[in-house]
């Protein structure tokens, strides 16, 4: 006796006990650990690894039928659950609101600024009002301050001012070490 194709864990108990109770009438008396254990070893593929998980965790000799076959309807309408097609509009893709999107990329839903997020201001206004949104050559041109020398424009780690004073350092290095 196996589960036919399609049939859920309620009509395959349902057949089971039919059997039992045939087999009963006949005045063959059948344990009811062995008509457990029938149901446990032959679930769908599916539904095996629970089946497992509830003879390694639950005494079968005190296990009723219907305690297995209710632990068997839980997972097997939780596996029908997995199956529900998305909602319309979804297409399969993962919806996120912004705040989960930020949290999501480390950060927690705020706007950084200072510490070790890039060397820069988030502010997008120049000092004359305006913004800089584009080099000539088509990028777009960082639009706040530079940390080190305060100048609109570039981040920190292209500051010029950083990279003449980091040449100056290696010269009197230089200097020194002879």
């Known amino acids: 006796m196996r589960f036919n194709s399609g049939e859920g864990v309620d009509d395959y108990t349902l057949r089971l ?10 005045g063959e008396t059948i344990p009811p650990r062995r008509v457990v254990e029938k149901l446990l070893r032959t679930v769908p593929k599916s539904l095996r690894q629970v089946a497992v998980a509830i003879q390694v965790s639950a005494n079968l000799a005190t296990l009723t039928l219907e305690d297995a076959t209710g632990r068997l309807r839980a997972a ?8 529900v097609a998305p909602p319309p509009g979804a297409d399969g893709k993962l919806l996120l609101t912004m705040e989960q999107w930020e949290r999501a990329r480390g950060g927690d839903g705020r706007k950084k600024k200072g510490g070790r997020s890039g060397g ?24 706040g301050k530079c940390f080190d020398c305060g100048v609109r424009g570039h981040k920190a780690r292209d500051c ?11 010269v009197e290095e230089e200097a020194a070490l002879l």
Not at 123 to 138: A, V
Not at 160 to 170: C, G, N, S, T, Y
């Open 17 to 26: 006990q039919n059997i039992v109770a045939a087999l009963e009438t006949v």
């Open 76 to 83: 097997e309408e939780a596996e029908a659950e997995d199956d």
């Open 120 to 143: 820069c201001d988030d502010s997008s206004d120049d000092d004359d009002g305006s913004s800089s949104t584009s080099s000539g050559r088509g990028r777009s041109r960082y639009r």
């Open 160 to 170: 010029p001012k950083k990279k003449e004073r980091a040449m100056l350092a290696d």
